[in-house]
């Protein structure tokens, strides 16, 4: 006698709901507010950006307080979520730029908080065009990358709710502003 089988319906690991699930824990959440990160973006801003982006190509999927947003950069359709670039989308329009190489690169650098990552984010950029900031305090890079190991090494929490911090942040946002998001920004057309 033969019996069918109704088929197991598998989940599907590739959606922000599941990219998302080790920073929606009780602990991760309590510490999300120390990062100045909001899990329900107003992505409005991606309309707004002066370009006309591929839809699906930018996914937000946090905000910072100031209303800039934290985005998956979705370059071809069939990349899995988690190995896109995160960008940071400003809401003053500078930088967009790209801020991690990919989703496990962000969440080594979210116990730093998002004020400093858009910090290394400009050091990066400088570093990369060559270009002096005069705004910028002048800071050594190895000094600043020591720095940033103590810090680490002070933040316990993150460590206890599962999201250890990078002992070489600079390094991953280095990383991710050498990616092309950049140069596949600017030659996006403009909007009218």
């Keep these: 006698m033969c019996t069918s089988v109704a ?7 590739d959606t922000l709901d599941h990219l998302l699930l080790p920073i929606r824990t009780p602990d991760a959440t309590e510490l ?3 990062a100045d990160l909001e899990l329900e973006p107003d992505d409005h801003l991606i309309d707004h950006l002066g370009k006309v982006v591929p839809e699906g190509s930018l996914i937000a999927f946090g905000q910072h307080g100031s209303g800039s947003l934290v985005a998956l950069w979705r370059r ?8 896109c670039p995160v960008i940071w989308l400003d ?6 730029e790209a801020i991690a190489p990919d989703f496990a690169g962000f969440l080594r650098l ?22 002096p900031d005069e ?3 002048p800071v050594d890079v190895a000094d600043l990358r020591e720095g940033m190991a103590m810090i680490a090494s002070e933040l316990d929490e993150w460590v206890d709710a599962g999201l250890p911090p ?3 942040p ?3 946002v280095e990383a991710a502003v050498a990616s092309p998001f950049a140069a596949w920004f600017a030659g996006l057309p403009d909007a009218d």
């Design 110 to 131: 979210l116990p730093f908080g998002l004020g400093q990552i858009y910090d290394l984010v400009r050091k990066a950029q400088r570093m990369r065009d060559g270009g």
């Design 76 to 83: 071809s359709p069939g990349t899995p979520l988690a190995q």
């Design 7 to 13: 088929p197991v319906k598998t989940p599907d690991l």
């Design 32 to 34: 999300l507010g120390e």
């Design 170 to 172: 600079l390094a991953i």
């Design 91 to 96: 809401s003053e329009g500078e930088p967009v």
């Design 166 to 168: 990078a002992r070489d």
């Design 135 to 137: 705004d910028a305090i």
